[in-house]
């Protein structure tokens, strides 16, 4: 039986990057991983890295390659009513920004990372269960490489994401779901394209909702409204560029450059956390424990706070027995976990057609939009909130 001060359960950015800041702290972890290792670092996911979750990488040793190859976007725009209004991201936080790097490099650095310090990933690692989270050994066992596997720590985090088993294992009598099935899902596209911008474009359409991203000055990532159970065999690649050009809809100012697809897929829109995130010695981290609407763009650096938090409890821990931070954990990340999935739903409802939409509410919508880029005390709030909170909130 293998031992190890801290189990993590998947190699996600938020697995990977507890493991990195244990590591810092000389704490002991082992991380276990479903997956391939290609998979995991193929796999396109977000993109839009806040102010914090930037500084926490490159603060750790592991964003030399984010600085540069990482797009910094000190700006973005709402499109609406055919105009486009730029909200000045950093003037209105005094100096915040985000940085457009995809989550699969992120991946790629923290996986490199710990590696090359002999720390240890055990990928395709699959039959995954937890014995005992409440006692003060609990046990990892799992199947790898056709070996059963049983490892004996002080604690799991659960790193897993919304699909992991881990979440499973919380007493049903303690767990509280609380969960929202939006009325609409986005179709995304990498293309081989040069983005229509230099920052990030939020549409709202009367076709519905569109947003122009990018992964690189030569690669697009767009998204566009589509039905919840629209099928990707009904959208053609002509259909999709056409589709994107007239939600675009900001008169003769821009234009798209239309490219290969190299690859498009279909998520549904989903709001959901779990309370506590903590139970005896298991903690949850990451999409285990929340979703919130990509349209904030909230996914991955809630994530990154979480594991910042987690780090310190588990750190105040091994240095001094105090339990303080630990027992605390759930509460601490809920505060923030709840202010993002506010700001994203609200980010979501007022760009977003719905299938209830009449046109009072279709006027709401606009006012709201109107107000955010007229008002600086309302883009200051949104400019807050997008590029984030302080960790302290």
């Given at each position: 039986?293998?031992?190890?001060?801290?189990?993590?359960?998947?190699?996600?950015?938020?697995?990977?990057?507890?493991?990195?800041?244990?590591?810092?702290?000389?704490?002991?972890?082992?991380?276990?991983?479903?997956?391939?290792?290609?998979?995991?670092?193929?796999?396109?996911?977000?993109?839009?890295?806040?102010?914090?979750?930037?500084?926490t990488l490159v603060d750790s040793g592991v964003g030399e390659r984010l600085k540069r190859e990482g797009l910094?976007?000190?700006?973005?725009?709402?499109?609406?009513?055919?105009?486009?209004?730029?909200?000045?991201?950093?003037?209105?936080?005094?100096?915040?920004?985000?940085?457009?790097?995809?989550?699969?490099?992120?991946?790629?650095?923290?996986?490199?990372?710990?590696?090359?310090?002999?720390?240890?990933?055990?990928?395709?690692?699959?039959?995954?269960?937890?014995?005992?989270?409440?006692?003060?050994?609990?046990?990892?066992?799992?199947?790898?490489?056709?070996?059963?596997?049983?490892i004996t720590c002080d604690f799991v985090a659960g790193c897993d994401g919304f699909h992991g088993i881990t979440?499973?294992?919380?007493?049903?009598?303690?767990?509280?779901?609380?969960?929202?099935?939006?009325?609409?899902?986005?179709?995304?596209?990498?293309?081989?394209?040069?983005?229509?911008?230099?920052?990030?474009?939020?549409?709202?359409?009367?076709?519905?909702?569109?947003?122009?991203?990018?992964?690189?000055?030569?690669?697009?990532?767009?998204?566009?409204?589509?039905?919840?159970?629209?099928?990707?065999?009904?959208?053609?690649?002509?259909?999709?560029?056409?589709?994107?050009?007239?939600?675009?809809?900001?008169?003769?100012?821009?234009?798209?450059?239309?490219?290969?697809?190299?690859?498009?897929?279909?998520?549904?829109?989903?709001?959901?956390?779990?309370?506590?995130?903590?139970?005896?010695?298991?903690?949850?981290?990451?999409?285990?424990?929340?979703?919130?609407?990509?349209?904030?763009?909230?996914?991955?650096?809630?994530?990154?706070?979480?594991?910042?938090?987690?780090?310190?409890?588990?750190?105040?821990?091994?240095?001094?027995?105090?339990?303080?931070?630990?027992?605390?954990?759930?509460?601490?990340?809920?505060?923030?976990?709840?202010?993002?999935?506010?700001?994203?739903?609200?980010?979501?409802?007022?760009?977003?057609?719905?299938?209830?939409?009449?046109?009072?509410?279709?006027?709401?919508?606009?006012?709201?939009?109107?107000?955010?880029?007229?008002?600086?005390a309302a883009s200051k709030v949104f400019a807050e909130n997008y590029t984030g909170l302080p960790f302290d909130?």
């Amino acid at each position: 039986m293998t031992q190890t001060q801290v189990a993590i359960v998947g190699a996600g950015p938020a697995g990977l990057l507890l493991a990195h800041l244990l590591d810092m702290q000389n704490i002991d972890s082992i991380v276990i991983e479903k997956h391939s290792r290609d998979h995991i670092e193929s796999r396109v996911r977000a993109g839009v890295l806040e102010q914090g979750t930037v500084d926490t990488l490159v603060d750790s040793g592991v964003g030399e390659r984010l600085k540069r190859e990482g797009l910094v976007h000190h700006g973005l725009e709402l499109s609406f009513e055919g105009r486009r209004h730029r909200l000045d991201l950093h003037e209105l936080t005094g100096g915040r920004a985000i940085t457009v790097y995809g989550q699969q490099e992120v991946i790629k650095d923290l996986i490199k990372a710990r590696l090359d310090k002999g720390g240890q990933i055990l990928f395709e690692a699959g039959d995954v269960s937890i014995d005992d989270p409440v006692s003060n050994k609990p046990s990892i066992r799992f199947r790898h490489n056709d070996e059963l596997i049983s490892i004996t720590c002080d604690f799991v985090a659960g790193c897993d994401g919304f699909h992991g088993i881990t979440r499973s294992w919380i007493g049903r009598d303690v767990l509280t779901i609380y969960e929202q099935t939006w009325p609409f899902s986005w179709l995304g596209i990498l293309a081989k394209s040069k983005p229509p911008s230099s920052e990030l474009i939020y549409c709202n359409h009367s076709r519905g909702f569109a947003l122009f991203s990018m992964r690189s000055p030569e690669i697009t990532r767009l998204y566009v409204q589509c039905e919840p159970d629209d099928d990707l065999d009904e959208w053609p690649d002509e259909r999709i560029w056409e589709e994107l050009e007239m939600r675009l809809g900001a008169g003769d100012s821009i234009r798209l450059n239309e490219g290969p697809i190299l690859q498009k897929g279909i998520s549904s829109m989903r709001s959901f956390v779990v309370e506590p995130l903590q139970y005896g010695r298991l903690f949850l981290a990451g999409d285990a424990a929340h979703i919130v609407p990509a349209t904030g763009a909230k996914g991955m650096n809630l994530a990154v706070a979480d594991v910042r938090i987690l780090a310190r409890a588990l750190s105040e821990y091994y240095s001094s027995g105090g339990t303080e931070l630990l027992d605390g954990y759930s509460d601490a990340c809920l505060r923030r976990v709840w202010r993002a999935e506010q700001f994203s739903s609200g980010m979501t409802a007022v760009l977003h057609r719905f299938p209830d939409s009449t046109p009072f509410k279709r006027r709401l919508q606009l006012a709201e939009l109107d107000y955010i880029t007229s008002s600086r005390a309302a883009s200051k709030v949104f400019a807050e909130n997008y590029t984030g909170l302080p960790f302290d909130y």
